[in-house]
């Protein structure tokens, strides 16, 4: 299994940016899909997530934030919109498989350790 993000860069304030994260071995639309973000020093943090069936998102920060996927190109986005400052970190997504004891309870999404696969993240710089 692979996740390959990719979209990050150097932005200045208020812009938007999407991040990409394409999946090989495994298909998002049989996994949840999560964003986490993490600045040096800090643990990483929970920034979106979409649960398997697509059918609901859940974020850290709503209405900046979009998380989509397409099954066709087995693609997640996180649009990122009006950025900060403070939203400069590496940008991590990772998928979420069934558990055997908890299903897919929504509370997993949130959660770091729930996730079965991660990718190698992509550094995100909001700066004028």
């Known amino acids: 299994v692979q996740l390959q993000a990719s979209g990050g860069g150097l932005v200045q304030p208020g812009v938007s940016l999407t991040l990409s994260c394409a999946a090989s071995g495994l298909s998002v639309n049989n996994y949840s899909m999560g964003w986490f973000r993490q600045v040096p020093g800090k643990e990483r943090e929970f920034v979106a997530a979409?649960?398997?069936?697509?059918?609901s998102t859940y974020y850290s920060d709503s209405g900046r934030f979009t998380i989509s996927r397409d099954i066709a190109k087995n693609t997640v986005y996180l649009q990122m919109n009006k950025l900060r400052p403070e939203d400069t970190a590496v940008y991590y997504c990772a998928a979420q498989g069934q558990s055997p004891t908890q299903g897919w309870a929504r509370w997993r999404l949130r959660v770091l350790s729930e996730y079965d696969y991660w990718g190698e993240g992509t550094q995100v710089t909001v700066s004028s």
């Open positions: 979409m649960s398997w069936s697509g059918g």
